[in-house]
């Protein structure tokens, strides 16, 4: 009896050193792989200049907040995930909107936007863009004059952020206009029917392999989904390529998945009596036409007034594609009611 109990004791003894040894490598080689990812990714960004003490990714990074008091109409905008420099690439078309046609312009960084590597990779929560966006908007319009028109804007994950206003503002936007917004029907049309498929396996390979550098994108001239070539090349060159991020992080990925299940789900049935712009390139390489189309009967069915307009040979970054002039002069109809 004594010689089993010690027979056990040492199998167990045996069993518990190979899981321990094994725990400890695999988080030995999760931090490897970060370790490395970081060192890559910050020598890609070395030649990046970040404000010392807020560490917006200048020039163009920082919020972008110009108001005049006697403008009667404002474009509250909010970007898309982890964009180093927010909606700052848009920034032309900001000033054109503000200086000619007198709107304001308000543009926050929210939640993961506007920081480098190692501050825009730590753990985060969609609650953090919710919070931001929908405090920074009820402070603004707190004390806007009576007839004032506020419309509501977005780009991809901002359409998070956009929702909750919609469905939490103390003061209802006039309206809402999404630019290629987040929805549940992912569908990574870039790079290999094997890199696709794994693409949608993520929720497992995030334990495998949760941090990458991200390859070249071979279905367009750079990083961005923007179809027409000579435009993608002339802003990746003028704005994107010192402001991309190059690294994946599975894990960001797999709660952002989960964030279009929650806001269709959850959000969307609260937004009620909206007038709803959806535009979205037909050639989106990261969701479906279906995906923003359902999106749009979701809103419609709890009670909002919603338009879906496709625009053919664009991608995800729409407003620098084929369709970015028209689309922008939709946005600017629903600014000024023409």
């Given at each position: 009896m004594k010689s089993l109990i010690l027979h056990i004791m040492k199998l167990t003894g045996t069993i518990l050193l190979l899981?321990?040894?094994?725990?400890?490598?695999?988080?030995?080689?999760?931090?490897?792989?970060?370790?490395?990812?970081?060192?890559?990714?910050?020598?890609?960004?070395?030649?990046?200049?970040f404000d010392k003490d807020l560490k917006y990714n200048m020039p163009l990074g920082e919020p972008v907040f110009w108001v005049k008091p006697g403008n009667r109409v404002t474009l509250f905008f909010i970007d898309g995930f982890r964009g180093q420099i927010g909606a700052g690439h848009y920034r032309p078309w900001f000033e054109k909107l503000h200086n000619q046609y007198g709107v304001n312009i308000v543009a926050p960084i929210t939640a993961l936007?506007?920081?480098?590597?190692?501050?825009?990779?730590?753990?985060?929560?969609?609650?953090?863009?919710?919070?931001?966006?929908?405090?920074?908007?009820?402070?603004?319009?707190?004390?806007?004059?009576?007839?004032?028109?506020?419309?509501?804007?977005?780009?991809?994950?901002?359409?998070?952020?956009?929702?909750?206003?919609?469905?939490?503002?103390?003061?209802?936007?006039?309206?809402?206009?999404?630019?290629?917004?987040?929805?549940?029907?992912?569908?990574?049309?870039?790079?290999?029917?094997?890199?696709?498929?794994l693409s949608s396996k993520i929720s497992v390979i995030q334990y495998i392999k949760?941090?990458?550098?991200?390859?070249?994108?071979?279905?367009?001239?750079?990083?961005?989904?923007?179809?027409?070539d000579e435009k993608n090349i002339a802003a990746?060159?003028?704005?994107?390529k010192d402001s991309v991020n190059y690294e994946e992080n599975l894990p960001q990925g797999v709660h952002l998945n989960?964030?279009?299940?929650?806001?269709?789900?959850?959000?969307?049935?609260?937004?009620?009596?909206?007038?709803?712009?959806?535009?979205?390139?037909?050639?989106?390489?990261?969701?479906?036409?279906?995906?923003?189309?359902?999106?749009?009967?979701?809103?419609?069915?709890?009670?909002?007034?919603?338009?879906?307009?496709?625009?053919?040979?664009s991608g995800h970054m729409l407003l620098y594609d084929n369709g970015g002039d028209k689309a922008k002069e939709m946005i600017l109809d629903m600014l000024l009611a023409r």
């Open positions: 899981f321990f040894a094994f725990v400890g490598a695999y988080y030995s080689l999760i931090r490897w792989q970060y370790n490395s990812v970081k060192k890559e990714v910050e020598k890609r960004e070395s030649v990046r200049t936007q506007g920081w480098p590597f190692a501050y825009r990779t730590r753990d985060w929560h969609r609650e953090e863009d919710m919070r931001q966006a929908l405090q920074i908007y009820d402070a603004y319009c707190s004390n806007l004059p009576a007839g004032h028109k506020v419309v509501v804007g977005s780009m991809s994950f901002g359409a998070l952020s956009n929702v909750t206003i919609g469905a939490k503002g103390k003061r209802r936007p006039d309206a809402m206009v999404m630019v290629a917004p987040l929805n549940t029907g992912l569908d990574y049309k870039s790079g290999s029917a094997v890199t696709r498929w949760p941090w990458m550098i991200r390859g070249k994108n071979k279905a367009r001239a750079t990083l961005y989904d923007v179809v027409n990746w060159d003028a704005v994107m989960e964030t279009a299940v929650y806001m269709e789900n959850e959000l969307v049935p609260q937004v009620k009596g909206e007038n709803i712009v959806i535009l979205y390139g037909e050639d989106d390489l990261t969701f479906s036409a279906k995906g923003f189309e359902t999106l749009g009967e979701k809103l419609r069915a709890a009670g909002n007034t919603v338009k879906t307009v496709p625009f053919a040979k």
